[in-house]
């Protein structure tokens, strides 16, 4: 089992920033593929940025220039730095972790962290 626990989120207006942070622990040396994903009210859940061992990371098109993922390994613990937010951000955000070989959706996931875009 993983267990995986984030923070970070909150309420900032709109061309602000935040930090989301993501701590793993457990049985982590499975995990090489972690990301964040979103779900906004009356959406489906999408991913926004994930990063792979070997530090390789992928984004969402609507994310791409504003946030960047990191992880640091002797942490256990990935980052989303998002910049520029807009209104349309406004999700949950919850962290996943997981064996390349599995699809996200069987992966572990944390608790989910709230972000509010709005002036």
């Known amino acids: 089992q993983v267990q995986l626990v984030e923070s970070g989120g909150g309420l900032v207006q709109p061309g602000g920033s935040l930090r989301l942070s993501c701590a793993a622990s457990?049985?982590?040396?499975?995990?090489?593929?972690m990301g964040w994903y979103r779900q906004a009210p009356g959406k489906e859940r999408e991913l926004v940025a994930a990063?792979?061992?070997?530090?390789?990371?992928n984004y969402a098109d609507s994310v791409k220039g504003r946030f960047t993922i990191s992880r640091d390994n002797l942490k256990n613990t990935v980052y989303l730095q998002m910049n520029s937010l807009k209104p349309e951000d406004t999700a949950v955000y919850y962290c996943?972790?997981?064996?390349?070989?599995?699809?996200?959706?069987?992966?572990?996931w944390g608790q989910g962290t709230q972000v509010t875009v709005s002036s």
């Open positions: 457990g049985s982590i040396l499975s995990i090489n593929v």
């Open positions: 996943n972790a997981r064996p390349s070989s599995w699809a996200a959706q069987r992966g572990y």
């Open positions: 990063i792979r061992s070997g530090s390789y990371t």
